[in-house]
């Protein structure tokens, strides 16, 4: 080619054709911005919600890599040619000294309206603007779809023998944390009182297929049992007097189970009978259901849905008594505890003003925990006094103090030698808080 022979374009035609560039080239940044940015989720609610557009984007975030690598491949080639057509009509003007013109003009040109304005935009509006570009979307995927699928497949190519993960399945943890990551963004922006209990519930949801229900039975030292072997009429008078309305019954010995009377039942039977003397137990009570304490909470959520059931004994790998579990159980372990006119006896534990607890030593850990905000260890022991004789390895005297974990543990009441009642005073930041 003859080098005297120059590119002539006119500034008329040039200048409209670097504007159309540069308004490609937001298109195509807005266009990739809301394509990463967009969020699954919503999408996929307002797509069953009807919304056309929400299917459409939910199309272009399963073919993410062709989508992002077809706005690239546009977006490059028309900030290149942009550049190269101010470069033409400025060498044109000025010579040499043109190039360095429109790599200033075209170079702050495209960073501010071609770049940094259209992301910040898409950025901040991720949905709407993927929902607002997505009929358009697919026409570039359409157009630059062949070339951009050649590119993926290059990248993808080099990505592989350097041995990056290329798969576009997420593992099961990389969706966990995006969960909860999403639910601790929950109501950050808000001054809604209701957040902070609405993220705790959502993160409990999560919680329960981690958690077993040794962490919320009702421990076998706190169990009402009732001795088959009595008279309906004493058993009559323990269930009154009792606060629960299911309660286990045993023969002998109280890891021998035989059954779960209600009180209701028992009390139908015993208005049908005119009294106790001729109501059989066996006829009123029902099978036990026996679970192992290491059962997961949300298989033994879905157990009682699928049973009708709201009651399960919960035994040790020996057959032992560990305890009982419920359906409440299950559902305060999400919502946090429900208190009735019984609670005050099942919660066992009283604030002080001074920022310490009196608790039973039956108290499980966990729910000090959850009820103050407290770090104690729910991995060592399952209930305070538990915790206690881990860390002390003796059997402690009543008025002892131990210190452990940054709290204090003072032994108030010993029953034998069990850890009967004691006071914990946490750390002064945990007070404060």
């Not at 009807?50 to 546009?74: F, P, Q």
């Not at 269930?239 to 021998?256: C, F, H, K, Q």
């Not at 419920?326 to 305060?332: F, S």
Request: with cysteine; hydrophobic share 50%.
């Amino acid at each position: 080619m003859d080098p005297d022979i120059q590119f002539d374009l006119p500034i008329s035609v040039a200048v409209p054709l670097v504007l159309i560039c540069l308004a490609l080239g937001a298109y195509m940044s807005a266009a990739e911005t809301a394509v990463t940015g967009a969020s699954r989720p919503r999408m996929h609610r307002l797509a069953q919600q009807g919304n056309h557009r929400a299917t459409i984007v939910n199309g272009l975030l399963d073919r993410k890599d062709e989508a992002v690598s077809a706005v690239l491949l546009g977006n490059n080639v028309v900030n290149i040619l942009s550049a190269s057509l101010t470069t033409a009509v400025l060498t044109a003007i000025f010579g040499a000294a043109g190039v360095v013109y429109a790599t200033i003009i075209v170079g702050i040109l495209v960073v501010i309206f071609a770049e940094v304005m259209p992301k910040t935009w898409a950025l901040l509006r991720a949905d709407r603007v993927a929902l607002l570009m997505a009929p358009s979307l697919v026409v570039t995927l359409a157009i630059l779809g062949p070339p951009a699928r050649t590119i993926a497949a290059v990248s993808r190519f080099f990505l592989g023998l350097l041995r990056v993960r290329v798969d576009r399945t997420p593992d099961a943890e990389e969706h966990a944390d995006v969960l909860r990551g999403a639910i601790e963004l929950h109501g950050q922006d808000l001054t809604d009182e209701a957040a902070p209990a609405e993220k705790a519930m959502l993160r409990s949801v999560l919680d329960l297929g981690e958690h077993t229900v040794s962490d919320v039975m009702t421990h076998r030292g706190a169990v009402v049992l009732i001795d088959a072997d009595q008279p309906v009429a004493a058993i009559v008078d323990e269930i009154l007097a009792s606060p629960y309305t299911r309660i286990p019954v045993y023969r002998g010995e109280a890891d021998n189970v035989v059954g779960v009377v209600h009180a209701k039942d028992l009390f139908r039977a015993v208005k049908a009978a005119g009294g106790t003397e001729d109501v059989k137990l066996d006829d009123v009570m029902t099978t036990p259901w026996f679970i192992p304490e290491s059962t997961v909470l949300f298989d033994q959520l879905q157990a009682f849905r699928a049973r009708h059931e709201h009651f399960a004994i919960v035994v040790d790998e020996y057959g032992a008594l560990r305890g009982i579990v419920t359906l409440e159980d299950i559902i305060e372990e999400i919502t946090g505890d429900i208190e009735d006119e019984h609670d005050a006896v099942k919660r066992g534990f009283v604030p002080r003003e001074d920022g310490s607890v009196v608790c039973r030593g039956d108290v499980p850990i966990r729910d000090l925990n959850r009820e103050f905000g407290w770090g104690l260890p729910e991995d060592v022991a399952i209930t305070i006094a538990g915790l206690v004789l881990h860390e002390a390895r003796r059997i402690p005297e009543v008025g002892q103090i131990y210190a452990f974990y940054g709290f204090r543990f003072e032994i108030l009441k010993r029953e034998g030698t069990r850890i009967a009642e004691l006071r914990v005073m946490p750390p002064i930041d945990i007070q404060a808080g």
